[in-house]
């Protein structure tokens, strides 16, 4: 009578019966990674519409009583308020973080924390409600990774 010997289903490393996921700790590293990648694949564009949508709010609270001198500015506060939708591209957003960042840079590091719990939360529920087709697309990354760590080190 034979034990059958636990593998991490990634590698095929032999793995310990305390081991609760299947995962070796070799291993760990690369799924992390598929989770982050698979979350930006399913997630990305919600997490992008949180996070613009937080630095938005803040722009606008932070500078709603502000007389601009420069143009520039003035025209693009006046664009951010008006974008009902807060659809900003990267440009932009990097912008507002610059201008808030120099008008009270507390409340960007603030912010900065905000958008990181956000993003927090929405990883986290996500790693909960996994669809079958997510956890597919996990797997076959950390196995993508996996082999790509291997050429890497061989």
Not at 117 to 130: A, D, P, T, W
């Amino acid at each position: 009578m034979g034990t059958e010997l636990r593998t991490c289903w990634i590698c095929g490393a032999i793995i310990g019966d305390d081991n609760p996921d299947g995962i070796g700790s070799s291993c760990r590293k690369v799924w992390t990674k598929a989770q982050r990648d698979a979350f930006f694949h399913f997630c990305g564009l919600d997490y992008w519409i949180a996070k613009a949508s937080k630095w938005v709010d803040v722009f606008i609270q932070l500078f709603k009583n502000v007389k601009f001198r420069s143009a520039f500015k003035k025209s693009f506060y006046t664009s951010i308020v008006s974008n009902t939708e807060k659809k900003i591209s990267k440009k932009q957003l990097s912008i507002i973080i610059e201008m808030i960042g120099q008008k009270n840079y507390h409340l960007k590091d603030e912010t900065i924390d905000e958008v990181k719990s956000i993003f927090c939360i929405m990883e986290q529920k996500f790693l909960r409600e996994l669809t079958q087709e997510q956890s597919d697309y996990i797997a076959n990354c950390a196995k993508k990774y996996y082999g790509e760590n291997s050429r890497k080190k061989g």
